[in-house]
T-cell receptor, first 114, second 115 residues
Framework: DGGITQSPKYLFRKEGQNVTLSCEQN?????MYWYRQDPGQGLRLIYY???????QKGDIAEGYSVSREKKESFPLTVTSAQKNPTAFYLC?????????????FGQGTRLTVV | AQKITQTQPGMFVQEKEAVTLDCTYD???????LFWYKQPSSGEMIFLIY??????QNATEGRYSLNFQKARKSANLVISASQLGDSAMYFC????????????FGSGTQLTVLP
């Protein structure tokens, strides 16, 4: 079945650690996104990529980094510079197309700082 | 910059009744698309319905319909004949032309369907 797989589902980070969240899709989509979700704030865009080896900052990129070495993979690293990383992280993708192109989402990773 | 506003943090509806979830938007771009997504407690986002800014008719998908009032910049979701499985968080989102096709989301409405 085609879809987006995020792993792990739950992740715990110690202060000062970098952690990497995985996002893999087998939908052959060009565009991939990372969103952060905090309670009561909806989803906010961290980074996005429309093509391999290219990515752009979203609204809240500070303290995060990404790579896009393969079309199907878009990992997100939460660095120690991110002061408040506890949140729910969602990865999304869609094919390049018109305005009505539906975005597909993964199941999310819940990151907690301990 | 575009903005989505959902003013109802929580809503309750009796099973089998209809419910309207409010969404207003703000953009100066004449070409845009509006989406509604459902997020159950498991966390995944499920696409429900889409409305384009140039669409002449309101979108419908099964029990979901979108009450699109362009002059008022509102795109309310109507769920008819509510079911217990409709209990979830609902997000309104917008995409504008010329952007990288990312979605801008509202803060969401938590819908609870009562038996």
């Amino acid at each position: 079945d085609g879809g987006i797989t995020q792993s792990p589902k739950y992740l715990f980070r110690k202060e000062g650690q970098n952690v990497t969240l995985s996002c893999e899709q087998n939908l052959n989509h060009d565009a991939m996104y990372w969103y952060r979700q905090d309670p009561g704030q909806g989803l906010r865009l961290i980074y996005y990529s429309q093509i391999v080896n290219d990515f752009q900052k979203g609204d809240i990129a500070e303290g995060y980094s990404v790579s896009r070495e393969k079309k199907e993979s878009f990992p997100l690293t939460v660095t120690s510079a991110q002061k408040n990383p506890t949140a729910f992280y969602l990865c999304a993708s869609h094919r390049m197309g018109g305005m009505n192109t539906e975005a597909f989402f993964g199941q999310g990773t819940r990151l907690t700082v301990v | 910059a575009q903005k989505i506003t959902q003013t109802q943090p929580g809503m309750f509806v009796q099973e089998k009744e209809a419910v309207t979830l409010d969404c207003t938007y703000d953009t100066s771009d004449p070409s845009y698309g509006l989406f509604w997504y459902k997020q159950p407690s498991s966390g995944e986002m499920i696409f429900l319905i889409y409305q384009g800014s140039y669409d002449q008719q309101n979108a419908t998908e099964g029990r979901y319909s979108l009450n699109f009032q362009k002059a008022r910049k509102s795109a309310n979701l109507v769920i008819s004949a509510s079911q217990l499985g409709d209990s979830a968080m609902y997000f309104c989102a917008m995409r504008i032309s010329g952007s990288a096709r990312q979605l801008t989301f509202g803060s969401g409405t938590q819908l609870t369907v009562l038996p």
